[in-house]
Each structure stands twice: as structure tokens, then as C-alpha cells.
């Protein structure tokens, strides 16, 4: 990856979209995602890993377009819940799953195995925290004409909330309490996020395996 370069990031959500071409805008380099080729199939994300997911993704387009592509895998993990939604994170709420209808399920989950929540210091007006939860987001380059993969992974743990805060984001970011900045992560600006986020955290740790090649 070079400066003034472009980086295809093998991704149709267009939240993901937004932070990598703020994160590589930053280094000059302009992004494009699988907006920019609607013909390519859909990979089928069956892995059971994070990780898994990642490289079937970046392998089976890079494959297709004959260039190094970036995937993203990542999901939201909630401990009363067992590590749920995990790598099904995306279709939670089963066919033609939207961010609204995968809160809405995440709740309904949580009530029914939580006792209300508790109210902790400097959370928004009345609401309160659920279960402990973590973002992870693995990241895997791929170049088709060495065959190699670059591998990283990145998380942030947090609770979950019992009703949505602020209006950023996309996902589950609504409904994801961040402990360590006293802040919900749909309260954050792209930037702020970018700086303790799962994504912001694997990216970094991506550049800095990359620079070292
Ligand atoms: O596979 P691609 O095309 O990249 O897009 P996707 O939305 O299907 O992405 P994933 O398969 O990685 O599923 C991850 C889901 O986890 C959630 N998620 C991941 N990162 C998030 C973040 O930074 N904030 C909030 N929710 C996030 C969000 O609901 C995503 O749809
Ligand atoms: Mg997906």
C-alpha cells in the first residue's frame, strides 16, 4: 500500500465503507469497496472464525479481480449471551436483517436473560447497562499473485446498553457502551472511533505488519 495508491476493501456495508476511506484518506490513499463493482458474486460467509470469514472474503474477490484486496469480519460478542452474535453478527435477526431489526433482536435477547441492567456513573439520562460485551474485527490482505495473506485482528470491550444512544455510527454502535472513553460508541465522531475501535485497532496493527514486511 502507497501513498496516493488505492486499496479495494472487499465490503458491501457502507459503514465500513466510510471509516477505511477516512483511515486511508488519512495516508493518502483512496478507497473502493464492492460498490464500486456490483457484478462480483456475494461471498458466502460460513466460516466459523472471524478470521476465516476475513480471508474467504479478500481471497475470493481479490481472485476475481486480480488485484490485493482487504476483507473485514467483524461482529459484536455479548457475554450474557454466551458470545452471541458473534459471526452471525450481520443476520441476526435472520432474512433481510437491517441495523434497526438486529438492535431490536438484541434486546429482546438480552431481556429475557438479564434482570433490567444496572445504572453506572456518567451513562446518558436513565439508561443502563445489560451485559458486558466486545467488538472484534479481524482484517486479511490478500495478494494473488504471491498467495500470501496479511492477517490482523482488533477489539474493544464495552456494555451493552439498554436503549440506543446518539445518532453516529451504523451496526450495533447505538447500543454499545464504551467504558474506557465514559461514551457511547454512536456518540463518537469517525475519528474518535477510528481511535480506540475493533476496525481502528486490527487496521493499525494491519499497517504496522505491513511495514515491517
Ligand atoms: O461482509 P461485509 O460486506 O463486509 O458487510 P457486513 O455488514 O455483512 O459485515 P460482516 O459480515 O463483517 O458483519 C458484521 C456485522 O457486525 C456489526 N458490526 C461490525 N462492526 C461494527 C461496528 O464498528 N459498529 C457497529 N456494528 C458493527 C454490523 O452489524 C455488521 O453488519
Ligand atoms: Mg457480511
Redesign the pocket.
Known amino acids: 500500500m502507497k501513498r496516493g495508491g488505492t486499496v479495494v476493501v472487499?465490503?458491501?456495508?457502507a459503514?465500513?465503507v466510510r471509516?477505511f476511506a477516512h483511515a486511508f484518506g488519512k495516508l493518502g490513499m483512496n478507497v473502493v469497496s464492492?460498490f464500486d463493482y456490483p457484478g462480483l458474486p456475494d461471498?458466502v460467509?460460513d466460516g466459523a472464525t472471524?478470521a476465516e470469514?476475513a480471508r474467504k472474503?479478500a481471497r475470493e474477490v481479490a481472485e476475481a479481480l486480480n488485484l490485493p484486496v482487504m476483507?473485514?469480519?467483524?461482529?459484536?460478542e455479548v457475554r450474557a449471551l454466551g458470545g452471541e452474535p458473534g459471526v452471525y453478527?450481520?443476520r441476526y435477526s435472520g432474512e433481510g436483517a437491517t441495523?434497526a431489526r438486529?438492535n431490536e433482536k438484541l434486546l429482546r435477547e438480552l431481556e429475557r436473560v438479564t434482570d433490567g441492567g444496572a445504572a453506572a456513573e456518567g451513562l446518558p439520562d436513565g439508561a443502563k447497562l445489560l451485559s458486558e460485551a466486545r467488538?472484534v474485527?479481524a482484517l486479511a490482505l490478500y495478494d494473488p499473485e504471491s498467495g500470501a495473506f496479511t492477517e490482523s485482528e482488533g477489539e474493544v470491550p464495552g456494555w451493552i446498553m439498554d436503549e440506543p444512544k446518539g445518532g453516529g455510527?451504523?451496526?450495533?454502535?447505538p447500543l454499545?457502551w464504551v467504558t474506557a472513553e465514559g461514551k457511547g460508541?454512536a456518540e463518537m465522531s469517525i475519528e474518535e472511533?477510528q481511535a480506540i475501535?475493533?476496525?481502528g485497532r486490527a487496521l493499525a496493527s494491519l499497517l504496522r505488519r505491513l511495514g515491517a514486511e
Request: aromatic content about 14%; glycine content about 12%; proline content about 0%.
Open positions: 472487499a465490503t458491501k456495508n459503514g465500513k471509516e464492492m461471498v460467509e472471524f470469514n472474503k476483507a473485514d469480519d467483524s461482529g459484536l453478527s450481520a441495523d438486529n467488538f474485527c455510527g451504523f451496526g450495533y454502535d454499545f460508541m472511533k475501535s475493533h476496525r
